[in-house]
């Protein structure tokens, strides 16, 4: 199920930013760059019908949900906080430029 698939690259890369963020220069990914867009260009789609570059904020959080490590090895706190500034120009979306800065660890 490439869904599924996707999910846990994903999950997978967020795991390892949060753990691994404080080593090294923050590019903690293993996935190349250009592989970012589909994943974040589906997930753009799924979390609100249209395919407009903007992830709401609470449906980036449920789709991190699905993730059981991050669902249940992640604090309230630390998820609350990594959601919060990804966010970087605080307007209520995540945008592409906001995704690859968290998946590259820079958050």
Known sequence: D??????????????????VNSIGDGSNSTIVLEEW???FDKFDLEADGKQDGKIPL???????????VWKESVPQTLKDRIIKEVDLNHDGVIDYNEFL????GKI
Not at 58 to 68: C, G, H, W
Not at 101 to 104: A, D, N, P, R, S
């Open 2 to 19: 490439t869904t599924l698939t996707e999910n846990r690259i994903l999950n997978r890369a967020l795991s390892r930013t949060f753990t």
């Open 58 to 68: 609470d449906k980036f959080a449920a789709i991190l949900d699905e993730d059981p």
């Open 37 to 39: 867009k589909p994943i």
């Open 101 to 104: 800065t968290l998946v590259k």
